[in-house]
């Protein structure tokens, strides 16, 4: 009748009062008294988590009794809380102290835990702790704390031993761009969360309410407006009231408990759609706005039902707008969209489109005509665009699949782009575009006053251009491919190929006529243009590149040089290399036998003239150029032959005479017909002087000696010279 047991025991998938507590035991076990059963220095193992300490079971008094302390040394909160409670998407590493004693089912004692690396519904929380009591059976938090850099989330209050539970929930800065539940929007969604709520009901049939305020949005840069939900719940139902500053008002309802149904009906006043389309694919703001009702409803996980009247739409894109004339409709009823009435209208444009169908099996139609302006809007490097665009699209299929047709004809365009460097007027254009594929059917325009013939394709992927292949064939048309050429008559034949992202415009353009007919001040020009290779034109381009050019320029004795400086038929053999941001050139430029160059008043024949290329980008050519004349001195004629060679920017000459002189002579002749000697015979030192160490046909100083000397020097060194008729 006075056992005394003392052992050593070793127990797998350990139960008490019917819960799976440990997965091992191991303990020493006393019981010496025939009602107090001790196990000492026990150690145990479920899950991840590693625990030890002592525990005493009381089998005399009329409820069962309890006295444990433990130590957890790593672990998991899942696993200590397993036996009592799943907690979906809850879980920590946990470590610290629990004393529990009392009869079982109003056990008192304290809990200190230190939480790490938690994870609440997804959302991380590097540290957090628990410290709670137990009192009477109930759990007291004061409190639960996660933390992490933004903000902290605090739980307070009491859970009855029957799970009845009233807790207090606050969170405050929590930032939106850091949310791991809004991960995929990062980058275009920044704010502030705050939470002030309360939690009633049961563990298992929890009865939430509070607020949620998002303060201080930003969608994609805009400034978005705050959104204030309120939520209130009684025996399971969720009663919902939203605000998205005044542009939304909603309410709604959720059952909690048992089918998990919802239902939404919210009011929508001038609605900014284009917070989530801030622009249109050429880069401008779009001001998109939407006013009207939606009413929906679901379950959650399950399919949903949309009833959506659209009172007002308003479209803004670069200065011009779009509205629907009439109110449309959006629904959704078992899986089934369907979009009624919808149209658009403004200034030349009139549009109607429908919709219909599951998403796996849409069927999209649009026809109407558009404003070509619109067509901008498509693309940045449509500079401009003007005409009539008659669309009609036909889709149907999957929604992220679709298949169809979209056909785009344009009447009376205008087209200006950097593909080309005048405008496409008068462009009649027939676009037909499937998902594999874009075609040109048919393109005519009017370029310079010739025509310009368009043709070719576009592989694209879901629709989407991946490849290029257009092809403009050019006939007499008047262009301007260069600020330093004067406008030519051209044909052309240009291809704009390669890669969506790597276009090449390359081609051919021969020169039908062209004519150098702008007088140039040669000495102003000389001195502009060597201070113009001072300045330093580097640096990085204003936008992008969006082709590379390697287009020829050839000109067959078909283009002239006709002005204050010469005559002549010129040849050409350019190319323009680089891409539309830097354009380069390189080739030569040759004057033919016959032309004549006019300098300092004198009549030069040219006996060879050429302008080469070579570095692309500085625009300082490799001057070769031989000028001859014949001067009547006072005694006898002179040959002088003037070669002009280096780079533009440092031309020199080499003047050479027959009979030969040294070169001020030469210079003295080209200046006043003289040379140093008749002129100082004449008494003309000064302007003998003059002469010494000019450069006269490449630097100008012979117009800025006579003006050094005054505007009678000439007369003054010929004044003693008789002159019989």
Request: hydrophobic share 40%; aromatic share 6%.
């Amino acid at each position: 009748n006075d056992p005394d047991i003392r052992g050593r025991v070793e127990v797998g998938d350990f139960r008490l009062f019917g819960l799976e507590v440990a997965d091992t035991l191991e303990t020493s076990v006393e019981f010496t008294d025939l009602h107090t059963l001790r196990f000492e220095s026990w150690q145990a193992r479920r899950g991840e988590t590693r625990a030890k300490g002592q525990l005493a079971l009381d089998f005399e008094p009329e409820e069962l009794e309890l006295e444990l302390d433990a130590l957890v040394s790593e672990g998991r909160v899942s696993d200590l809380v397993g036996p009592w409670i799943e907690l979906p998407g809850v879980d920590s590493g946990v470590e610290g102290v629990l004393t529990l004693a009392g009869p079982a089912s109003r056990l008192d004692g304290e809990v200190e835990l230190q939480l790490r690396e938690a994870d609440l519904m997804g959302e991380p929380f590097p540290s957090g702790r628990i410290v709670a009591t137990v009192d009477q059976g109930a759990v007291v938090l004061h409190p639960l704390e996660l933390s992490r850099a933004d903000g902290t989330l605090l739980v307070e209050g009491r859970v009855e031993s029957d799970l009845n539970l009233d807790l207090r929930v606050q969170a405050r800065g929590f930032r939106l761009e850091r949310s791991a539940w809004l991960r995929e929007l990062s980058g275009r969604l920044d704010g502030l969360a705050q939470l002030d709520g309360r939690v009633r009901g049961r563990l298992d049939e929890p009865e939430p309410s509070g607020r949620l305020r998002l303060q201080g949005l930003h969608w994609m840069g805009l400034e978005a407006p705050d959104i204030v939900l309120d939520a209130v719940t009684e025996h399971g139902r969720m009663q919902l009231d939203g605000t998205a500053g005044s542009v939304v008002a909603a309410r709604g309802e959720l059952d909690l408990w048992q089918d998990h149904r919802w239902t939404l009906v919210a009011e929508l006043e001038s609605f900014p759609v284009d917070l989530f389309v801030p622009r249109a694919p050429d880069g401008q703001p779009l001001v998109w706005q939407l006013g009207g009702l939606i009413v929906a409803s679901g379950a959650l996980g399950g399919e949903s039902q949309l009833d959506m009247t659209v009172q007002s739409q308003t479209l803004v894109w670069a200065g011009r707008e779009l509205r629907s004339p009439r109110p449309f409709q959006i629904g959704l009823d078992q899986g089934v969209w369907a979009l009624t009435g919808l149209g658009l209208s403004g200034p030349g444009s009139e549009l109607s489109a429908s919709l219909r169908g599951p998403a796996k099996d849409l069927s999209i139609q649009a026809v109407g005509t558009l404003d070509a302006v619109w067509l901008g809007a498509l693309s940045s490097e449509l500079e401009k665009v003007q005409g009539r665009a008659d669309l009609a699209v036909d889709l149907r299929g999957p929604w992220d699949r679709l298949g169809g047709e979209i056909v785009l004809e344009l009447e009376e365009g205008y087209l200006l782009a950097p593909w080309f460097p005048d405008p496409l007027e008068a462009l009649s254009l027939r676009l037909v575009g499937r998902p594999e594929l874009w075609r040109v059917e048919r393109g005519d325009a009017e370029l310079g006053g010739g025509r310009v013939a368009l043709s070719g394709t576009v592989l694209a992927e879901r629709w989407v251009p991946v490849r290029i292949d257009l092809s403009a064939t050019i006939v007499e048309a008047r262009v301007e491919p260069l600020d330093d050429l004067p406008p030519m008559l051209a044909n052309a034949q240009l291809l704009l190929s390669g890669p969506a992202d790597e276009l090449r415009l390359s081609g051919e353009v021969v020169v039908v006529d062209m004519v150098f007919a702008e007088r140039l001040d040669w000495e102003q020009f000389a001195v502009d243009f060597r201070e113009r290779r001072l300045v330093d034109e580097g640096g990085a381009p204003a936008r992008e590149p969006v082709l590379d050019l390697d287009v020829a320029i050839r000109a067959d004795h078909s283009a002239r040089l006709r002005n204050n400086l010469g005559e002549g038929l010129l040849d050409a053999d350019l190319r323009l290399v680089g891409d539309d941001t830097r354009i380069g050139l390189t080739g030569s430029v040759r004057m033919q036998a016959g032309g004549r160059a006019f300098f300092q008043g004198r009549d030069f024949d040219v006996l060879r003239a050429e302008l080469r290329y070579v570095d692309p980008f500085d625009y300082d050519p490799e001057v070769d150029v031989v000028l001859e004349t014949q001067i009547r001195g006072q005694e006898r004629d002179y040959s002088v032959s003037v070669p002009l060679r280096g780079p533009l920017s440092d031309m020199r000459a080499e003047p050479r005479s027959d009979p030969q002189l040294p070169v001020a002579d030469i210079n003295a002749l080209l200046l006043f017909g003289r040379t140093r000697e008749e002129l100082e015979r004449g008494g003309g030192a000064g302007a003998a002087l003059a002469a010494e160490g000019l450069d006269v046909l490449v630097t100008g100083e012979g117009s800025r000696a006579l003006d050094r000397l005054g505007p009678d020097a000439l007369t003054e060194a010929l004044q003693s010279t008789r002159v019989e008729l």
